[in-house]
């Protein structure tokens, strides 16, 4: 039932210089390029892969992952050059400092303005972060920088490492972003629509 009112048909190799000016809030595709160009100019993008919804109709449920989706990457580069103890460490020492801003944190803002304005709850849409940081240790900042963006999320999930499939499962989203291709093959085993944040 969504009503698509505006389109562009364009023979440009990179028809992503287009998507900053219609005012895109997200932009979705199964194109690789197309979705690397539009991160590079600055608009939440995914990689969307072909598979059948099962999820109920209401409400719209969207799961986003932590770091490199919803955060910037900087505790993920810290953990690739000290391991799990210098990441801990790292977010201990920066947890009164809201982590940076991911690739998709501004259609996540967007989803929150829409949410408040139905009210926590009447609001057809719900949001959840669904992240491999442990709640003890590296959850801490990640729920602080929410809180400081003033992005609702209505659930939030520390998997401390373990598969995300399970609880995809159980959510049963509409749709999960997320940087790990580990992740999106793990959701798309248990019939979750996913798209590759890269």
Same mark, same amino acid.
């Given at each position: 039932g969504?009503?698509i009112?505006?389109f %562009? +048909?364009?023979?440009d190799? /990179?028809?992503?210089?287009y998507l900053?000016? @219609? *005012?895109v809030k997200?932009? =979705?595709?199964?194109d690789?390029?197309?979705? %690397?160009n539009? =991160?590079?100019r600055g $608009?939440s993008?995914?990689?969307?892969f072909?598979?059948? $919804?099962q999820?109920?109709?209401?409400?719209?449920?969207v799961?986003f992952?932590?770091d490199a989706v919803?955060?910037?990457?900087e505790? /993920?580069q !810290?953990?690739?050059? #000290?391991g799990l103890e210098g990441?801990v460490q790292?977010?201990r020492?920066?947890?009164?400092?809201p982590?940076?801003?991911g690739p998709?944190?501004?259609?996540a803002? @967007?989803l929150?303005?829409m949410r408040k304005?139905?009210g926590?709850e009447k609001s057809?849409?719900?949001?959840?972060?669904?992240?491999a940081r442990s709640?003890? /240790?590296?959850?801490?900042?990640?729920?602080k920088?929410?809180?400081e963006?003033?992005l609702?999320?209505?659930?939030? +999930?520390f998997?401390?490492?373990?598969?995300?499939?399970?609880?995809?499962? #159980?959510?049963?989203? @509409? !749709?999960?972003f997320?940087d *790990?291709?580990h992740?999106i093959q793990?959701?798309?085993? $248990?019939g979750?629509p996913?798209a590759w944040?890269p």
């Open positions: 969504l009503e009112s505006k %562009c +048909f364009v023979s190799e /990179d028809s992503t210089q900053k000016s @219609h *005012g997200l932009f =979705l595709s199964a690789r390029t197309d979705v %690397c539009a =991160l590079r $608009v993008a995914a990689l969307v072909q598979q059948e $919804v999820a109920p109709s209401t409400p719209l449920r799961v992952d932590g919803l955060f910037s990457n505790t /993920d !810290i953990f690739q050059e #000290q990441a790292y977010e020492a920066m947890e009164a400092i982590i940076g801003e998709l944190k501004a259609f803002m @967007h929150g303005k304005k139905f926590q057809p849409i719900r949001t959840y972060l669904v992240t709640g003890r /240790d590296m959850g801490i900042r990640a729920i920088t929410l809180r963006w003033g609702p999320i209505d659930e939030a +999930f998997m401390d490492g373990a598969p995300k499939g399970p609880i995809l499962a #159980q959510i049963q989203p @509409h !749709i999960f997320d *790990g291709l992740n793990g959701a798309q085993n $248990v979750v996913s944040v």
